[in-house]
């Protein structure tokens, strides 16, 4: 795994070696930063469920002013930090539930990056919860990695655009 593009493109994460986490491809990666190239730089990110943060730390590289990384997993968050220190980027890596995380207030974000395990059933009630704290700016960008075949009630967010990459699926949803 790498970093795409940007300030650090080339630049590689450390090896995962934690079998809980399943990484996005740098081909999804690339799609999706691609796609959201002119409306990361200086955006407020959101990363939940971060995994190794390669998400969070793909939208760093290419500007994004902030990113709150999240994941309940101990070796997950570490792994986040350390891939964060080993790239010379400084950012905050909560280690705690995302459903108490995003409780606290937060402010609103721009993009929020959502990317729960598979099947677990968290992306339902992680949209409820995003929608009635309010923590997306009006012209603010959801999206939602997910399983081709899995389907979901994104209400009351808006599907703006879906792009299927193999087995994966970006939703990128808006209010």
């Known amino acids: 795994m790498r970093v795409v593009s940007g300030t650090k493109k080339g630049k590689r994460l450390l090896e995962n070696k934690c079998s809980h986490i399943r990484p996005t491809t740098d081909k999804v990666k690339q799609a999706l930063f691609t796609k959201l190239q002119f409306f990361v730089e200086g955006a407020r990110v959101l990363d939940l469920f971060c995994g190794t943060g390669a998400l969070g730390i793909e939208a760093l590289s290419r500007g994004a002013s902030e990113v709150i990384f999240v994941d309940n997993n101990v070796k997950s968050a ?3 930090k350390a891939n964060l220190k080993n790239l010379g980027l400084v950012s905050k890596v909560v280690t705690a539930d995302a459903s108490k995380v995003i409780k606290k207030s937060w402010g609103k974000f721009d993009l929020i990056l959502l990317d729960p395990p598979y099947k ?8 409820k919860q995003i929608y009635e704290q309010q923590l997306l700016n009006e012209e603010g960008i959801i999206v939602c990695e997910h399983a081709k075949e ?13 792009k299927r990459y193999g087995t994966i699926m970006l939703t990128y949803l808006t209010l």
Request: glycine share 4%; proline share 8%.
């Open 78 to 80: 570490s792994l986040t």
């Open 150 to 162: 899995d389907t979901f009630d994104y209400s009351p967010f808006k599907v703006a655009d879906e």
């Open 120 to 127: 677990s059933g968290l992306y339902e009630p992680t949209l």
